[in-house]
């Protein structure tokens, strides 16, 4: 258990709708980041927080947004969803925001678009 | 642009020792990392290397090379539990870049 959380676990969707994808970091981890992972594509980074503001931007769609709150935790927002959206997706949590740094992963929203 | 290479499968055998490649193209660099990741669960950190060399963690050591744009993961007196993909990713560009991973499969 990494101690970071990630809900809900399993989602499945309809083309077009949209989706909120919930994470809390580890106690006293500052720097929040999201990660896609297709079959076909690996890992792929799309956004790091750090405090509430965003810090580092990847291979992130427009139609998907994401915010850190105050306390913290960090929503991932996916519209207009498409069937090429399915994947699972990762919040990984971290104390600094730079290397030298260890993430700590998430187990994962599966994300099914049908 | 931002590249990096690795096998996509291995296969070794339970006791043996495995070297898994990885190369990368980047123009900021700021360190390597390997990650383990069971299928259907979350990556685990293994390692980072930020200058060159060797280092050492039990059973598992990874070496980098910048000028040549190389690291390996050495996995030593494998154990069938080390059956996983195997994830480098550099640093670089304000983020880590991952590779697709190597599938490593452990045979008695």
């Known amino acids: 258990d990494s101690g970071v959380t990630q809900t809900p676990k399993h989602l499945i969707t309809a083309t077009g709708q949209r989706v909120t994808l919930r994470c809390s970091p580890r106690s006293g981890d500052l720097s929040v980041y999201w990660y896609q992972q297709s079959l076909d594509q690996g890992l792929q980074f799309l956004i790091q927080y750090y405090n509430g503001e965003e810090r580092a931007k990847g291979n992130i769609l427009e139609r998907f947004s994401a915010q850190q709150f105050p306390d913290l935790h960090s929503e991932l927002n996916l519209s207009s969803l498409e069937l090429g959206d399915s994947a699972l997706y990762f919040c990984?949590?971290?104390?600094?925001?730079?290397?030298?740094?260890?993430?700590?992963f998430g187990p994962g929203t599966r994300l099914t678009v049908t | 642009g931002q590249n990096i290479d690795q096998p996509t499968e291995m296969t070794a055998t339970e006791g043996a020792i495995v070297q898994i490649n990885c190369t990368y193209q980047?123009?900021?660099?700021?360190?390597l990392f390997w990650y383990q990741q069971h299928a259907g669960e979350a990556p685990t950190f293994l390692s980072y290397?930020?200058?060159?060399g060797l280092e050492e963690k039990g059973r598992f050591s990874s070496f980098l090379s910048r000028s040549k744009g190389y690291s390996y993961l050495l996995l030593k007196e494998l154990q069938m539990k080390d059956s996983a993909s195997y994830l480098c990713a550099f640093f670089g560009a304000n983020n880590l870049f991952f590779g697709t991973g190597t599938r490593l499969t452990v045979i008695p």
């Open positions: 990984a949590s971290s104390v600094v925001a730079a290397p030298p740094y260890e993430q700590y």
């Open positions: 290397n930020v200058l060159d």
């Open positions: 980047t123009s900021g660099f700021n360190g």
